[in-house]
């Protein structure tokens, strides 16, 4: 291990046509728990020769899953790495499958790269609301542009794609909260209905008890037979219902008849004197 204090160091003692591995380890305090590594890069030898062979490698890093609900978006961030001991210039395709729509490379530039240097590219996630649950993947390949024989790295992502859960006020987003109240409105209406087509049946039906109470309370009262004859009843006169109709003649006799006066021009007609005959004067 040999412990670095600046960005350039000088290797000594090593052999001829070998290959050697290196990291870079930082850390704090002697915490080598909590440190942070980087890729393990290489490089061969050759000091025979005055012409070094150049190697060309190529490397990509990134995160393998990730989830993302219905309608909702993320961005990934990629390392592309050159391990070759030489510069490098790199082209980056993108295999989506079934999210070719929805995924893309935030730039399509050819990546200049340096001898064991990296460089970022963000990946842009963008789902709709109707792309459809599942579980989708998709290919990161970089080519090297200056190797004759086309090396490459790849890097396989897992995409979970989850259903939207649909929440009031939230989560579900303007599309999710106007049918809520489309819904909530049209049961206030029907809820406004019932009661007022309840309270009318009601007004309605009490009106037909408060006829049918009065109706039967009141009593058709009939002229009595004094009423219908224009007599006036004695207070020593008293009839029940069963006898007003058949003592109706008793009381005509027993009662006295109003005496109406007679109509203008009328004369009262006289009888003739009955002529008596005398058989003895015959």
Do not use: C
Request: proline share 4%; no cysteine.
């Amino acid at each position: 291990m040999v412990f670095l204090v600046s960005l350039n160091y000088t290797l000594f003692g090593l052999n001829d046509n070998s290959t050697y591995y290196w990291q870079i380890v930082s850390y704090v305090d002697n915490d080598l728990e909590n440190s942070y590594k980087s890729d393990i890069w290489w490089f061969k030898t050759n000091l025979n020769d005055s012409k070094m062979e150049i190697i060309y490698k190529l490397n990509i890093s990134g995160p393998k899953f990730i989830s993302i609900k219905q309608g909702g978006n993320k961005s990934i961030s990629l390392n592309i790495s050159n391990l070759g001991s030489s510069e490098d210039i790199v082209e980056l395709n993108l295999q989506s499958g079934n999210l070719s729509e929805y995924v893309a490379l935030n730039d399509h530039s050819l990546l200049k790269i340096a001898s064991h240097g990296y460089k970022y590219r963000d990946l842009q996630i963008i789902l709709p609301d109707n792309v459809k649950p599942g579980i989708y993947k998709i290919k990161i390949l970089a080519f090297s542009k200056n190797s004759d024989e086309k090396v490459k790295a790849s890097h396989n992502i897992t995409i979970e794609v989850t259903k939207l859960k649909k929440e009031n006020g939230s989560g579900g987003g303007q599309n999710a909260i106007v049918p809520t109240y489309i819904f909530i409105l049209a049961l206030i209406i029907i809820i406004s209905i019932i009661i007022i087509t309840i309270f009318l049946n009601n007004k309605r039906h009490k009106k037909r008890l408060e006829k049918k109470l009065h109706s039967s309370e009141t009593v058709t009262k009939k002229p009595s037979a004094f009423q219908v004859f224009g007599l006036e009843r004695t207070s020593s006169t008293t009839l029940t219902s069963q006898q007003s109709i058949q003592d109706i003649p008793k009381i005509i006799q027993t009662t006295q008849m109003p005496k109406l006066p007679p109509p203008k021009g009328f004369r009262e007609k006289q009888e003739p004197e009955e002529t008596k005959i005398n058989n003895s004067d015959s």
